[in-house]
């Protein structure tokens, strides 16, 4: 008996409650199959993302609205849907000193951190001065263009450390907040929390901190009372302000109630200090799917999207995009690269590349070329030769790209 004819629906028309089928191999998006039950408007918002000019619908045909506009080129292959070809506006110069001045502003800003928390025991005056002239920094380099992108960095160090992990979040709660649309005072906050949000850890010993075993329940425990920890030392300043306090006490609560330390709910947790908890669980996802973003983002979507709110969740994906910097990718051309920044159009980030045996390594610039990514790799995938050209068990980091408006 032959399969009924699934109906197509226009991307642009998708809504909460239908399930849908993606017209894509499950490489080629970030969802764990392809066949999704729409629960929040950030999935929406995701698979809009992926340029697709329609999905599949398989249930909650009763939602939509009895006319359905035409999908266009009904007849194309759908592993073959291409987004519409644009004017591409992007310098390659300006490409390039985007991402060694994100580069090197990460770097300042590791050593700055460094000599903020070492201060902090000296002077704990001049450390808040030094700090909020480092949030200063942050926050003039995520306005400096309309429309800031994500970079890839790195420390060059093997292990990621309080200072260097600081640093990512604020970046990620930055850009979160710039989605949004916030005021300044809270973006400042926003930089200031994500800092210190750690800062307790530093009490821990590091033979817990730092152990690569799976930690004992009691050491677990230990480890939980960093927020705590960091909590007094800042409180006992008498500088910093509440909403600051709030996130380095409470960056492990999640809206759900299931986080540490207070199990707090929704209505109890601000909304600076759900966006910097969001934050950080992604970098935590990242922590555990190591070397690959995107999957951290999927585990995001599955495991976690009671934990943070949906619309927060959405201003996430926005600001990584599908393939997050970081994301190891196959190219419609044939070779294999790493995404190093994002850009206007997802499917078609910065990315440096080689062919699958390590040779040819080029920094690409997809938006000036017919080419897009094709589908996601994992580390065991790549060839020993493909894994050193492209660095692609390094630590990733995030900043600001740095990149001028046109």
Same mark, same amino acid.
């Given at each position: 008996?032959?399969?009924? $004819?699934?109906?197509?629906? #226009?991307?642009?028309?998708?809504?909460?409650?239908?399930?849908?089928?993606?017209?894509?191999?499950?490489?080629?998006?970030?969802?764990?199959?392809?066949?999704?039950?729409?629960?929040?408007?950030?999935?929406?918002?995701?698979?809009?993302?992926?340029?697709?000019?329609?999905?599949?619908?398989?249930?909650?045909? *009763?939602?939509?609205?009895?006319?359905? $506009? !035409?999908? *266009?080129?009904?007849?194309?292959?759908?592993?073959?849907?291409?987004?519409? #070809?644009?004017?591409?506006?992007?310098?390659?110069?300006?490409?390039?000193? %985007?991402?060694? /001045?994100?580069?090197?502003?990460?770097?300042?800003? =590791?050593?700055?951190?460094?000599?903020?928390?070492?201060?902090?025991?000296? *002077?704990?005056?001049?450390?808040?001065? !030094?700090?909020?002239?480092?949030?200063?920094?942050?926050?003039?380099?995520?306005?400096?263009?309309?429309?800031?992108?994500?970079?890839?960095?790195?420390?060059?160090?093997?292990?990621?450390?309080?200072?260097?992990?600081?640093?990512?979040?604020? /970046?990620? &709660?930055?850009?979160?907040?710039?989605?949004?649309?916030?005021?300044?005072?809270?973006?400042?906050?926003? %930089?200031?929390?994500?800092?210190?949000?750690?800062?307790?850890?530093?009490? =821990?010993?590091?033979?817990?901190?730092?152990?690569?075993?799976?930690?004992?329940?009691?050491?677990?425990?230990?480890?939980?009372?960093?927020?705590?920890?960091?909590?007094?030392?800042?409180?006992?300043?008498?500088?910093?302000? +509440?909403?600051?306090?709030?996130?380095?006490?409470?960056?492990? !609560?999640?809206?759900?109630?299931?986080?540490?330390?207070?199990?707090?709910?929704? +209505?109890?947790?601000?909304?600076?200090?759900?966006?910097?908890?969001?934050?950080?669980?992604?970098?935590?996802?990242? $922590?555990?799917?190591?070397? &690959?973003?995107?999957?951290?983002?999927?585990?995001?979507?599955?495991?976690?999207?009671?934990?943070? @709110?949906?619309?927060?969740? @959405?201003?996430?994906?926005?600001?990584?995009? =599908?393939?997050?910097?970081?994301?190891?990718?196959?190219?419609?051309?044939?070779?294999?690269? +790493? /995404?190093?920044?994002?850009?206007?159009?997802? +499917?078609? #980030?910065?990315?440096?590349?080689?062919?699958?045996?390590?040779? *040819?390594?080029?920094?690409?610039?997809?938006? $000036?070329?017919?080419?897009?990514?094709?589908?996601?790799?994992?580390?065991?995938?790549?060839?020993?030769?493909?894994?050193?050209?492209?660095?692609?068990?390094?630590?990733?980091?995030?900043?600001?790209?740095?990149?001028?408006?046109?």
């Amino acid at each position: 008996m032959a399969k009924a $004819e699934l109906m197509q629906l #226009p991307a642009s028309q998708m809504v909460i409650g239908l399930t849908v089928k993606l017209p894509l191999g499950w490489t080629q998006h970030p969802f764990f199959i392809n066949r999704i039950k729409l629960t929040s408007q950030a999935q929406i918002e995701l698979i809009r993302g992926l340029e697709l000019t329609f999905v599949y619908v398989l249930s909650g045909h *009763e939602l939509l609205p009895e006319v359905i $506009e !035409e999908v *266009e080129d009904k007849q194309a292959d759908p592993m073959q849907v291409k987004a519409k #070809p644009k004017k591409v506006l992007d310098s390659k110069a300006a490409v390039i000193k %985007a991402m060694r /001045v994100g580069q090197q502003r990460f770097l300042s800003n =590791i050593n700055e951190s460094r000599s903020v928390f070492a201060q902090f025991a000296i *002077e704990p005056d001049k450390a808040y001065r !030094e700090a909020a002239t480092m949030v200063e920094g942050f926050v003039d380099h995520l306005q400096e263009t309309d429309t800031p992108y994500l970079a890839l960095v790195g420390s060059g160090e093997m292990d990621v450390s309080v200072t260097q992990h600081g640093i990512s979040v604020a /970046v990620l &709660s930055l850009m979160i907040g710039h989605a949004l649309e916030l005021p300044k005072s809270d973006l400042r906050d926003l %930089a200031l929390g994500s800092l210190f949000h750690d800062f307790g850890k530093l009490k =821990i010993p590091d033979n817990i901190r730092r152990k690569r075993s799976e930690l004992t329940e009691p050491e677990q425990n230990y480890l939980k009372m960093h927020p705590n920890l960091g909590f007094d030392l800042l409180n006992a300043c008498n500088l910093y302000p +509440k909403s600051v306090l709030n996130i380095v006490l409470h960056h492990h !609560e999640y809206i759900d109630g299931s986080g540490y330390p207070d199990h707090l709910t929704e +209505k109890d947790i601000p909304l600076l200090t759900q966006i910097v908890s969001l934050a950080n669980d992604y970098e935590g996802l990242l $922590e555990q799917f190591t070397f &690959s973003p995107q999957l951290a983002l999927g585990t995001l979507f599955k495991s976690h999207a009671k934990k943070h @709110a949906q619309n927060l969740i @959405a201003a996430l994906v926005k600001v990584l995009g =599908i393939y997050p910097p970081g994301t190891l990718v196959s190219l419609s051309d044939g070779s294999i690269g +790493k /995404v190093m920044m994002t850009t206007r159009e997802v +499917k078609q #980030p910065h990315v440096w590349s080689c062919n699958l045996g390590g040779g *040819e390594a080029n920094l690409r610039f997809l938006l $000036e070329e017919d080419v897009t990514v094709s589908s996601v790799l994992r580390l065991e995938e790549l060839t020993e030769g493909a894994l050193k050209t492209l660095q692609a068990d390094s630590p990733i980091s995030f900043y600001f790209s740095a990149l001028p408006d046109n």
